[in-house]
T-cell receptor, first 114, second 111 residues
């Protein structure tokens, strides 16, 4: 089966600029996640969708981050304006709805903010 | 916010040695997952443990879920360079597959 697709693979922007990341989950996975992974740390959940509804966005910095999953399939994550501390790898994952379902991750987008 | 502490944070060993990494919390979880992440890639699931006291084996890897379901360990026998990577434990906060990850253990196995 095709895995989780993410693009772009790398992005370098200056602070205060905007950036968007795209994710296409595994077909049939109703749940989609965006995680932020700062170098040397474990991934931190930013937002979890089930179909096109938000399950958890409690750790999403809503003053600058936004995410959508309009048709319950693809998703985009946007940062506007970016700060230096946003430099990280942004990982998208998908899973079935059931508890204990494994998460399948994409290879991430590495963002560098200068 | 619940916290999953992993130890050690870094581990460098020679090929053929054994090792154990730990994942600890003050909270009780219904289940816990272990992932391995290699550079430039996303984490990949190794195992899910559900029952307190459960032990699961995956070739040279042995996973244990604590009796009280607050902690877990991963033991690797005769480590190989291919075992090098970041080992992450993850737990479900709400029962809705709402996973949060531990701090990670970065393992390097030297040939």
């Amino acid at each position: 089966e095709a895995g989780v697709a993410q693009s772009p693979r790398y992005k370098i922007i200056e602070k205060r600029q905007s950036v968007a990341f795209w994710c296409n989950p595994i077909s049939g996975h109703a749940t989609l996640y965006w995680y932020q992974q700062i170098l040397g740390q474990g991934p931190k959940l930013l937002i979890q969708f089930q179909n096109n509804g938000v399950v958890d966005d409690s750790q999403l910095p809503k003053d600058r981050f936004s995410a959508e999953r309009l048709k319950g399939v693809d998703s985009t994550l946007k940062i506007q304006p970016a700060k230096l501390e946003d430099s990280a790898v942004y990982l998208c994952a998908s899973s079935f709805v059931q508890s204990n379902s494994p998460l399948h991750f994409g290879n991430g987008t590495r963002l560098t903010v200068t | 916010t619940q916290l999953l502490e992993q130890s050690p944070q870094f581990l460098s060993i020679q090929e053929g040695e054994n090792l154990t990494v730990y994942c600890n919390s003050s909270s009780v979880f219904s289940s816990l997952q272990w992932y391995r992440q290699e550079p430039g890639e996303g984490p990949v699931l190794l195992v899910t443990v559900v029952t307190g006291g459960e032990v699961k084996k995956l070739k040279r890897l042995t996973f244990q879920f604590g009796d009280a379901r607050k902690d877990s360990s991963l033991h690797i026998t005769a480590a190989q360079p291919g075992d090098t990577g970041l080992y992450l434990c993850a737990a479900d906060q709400t029962g809705a597959n709402n996973l949060f990850f531990g701090t990670g253990t970065r393992l390097t196995v030297i040939p």
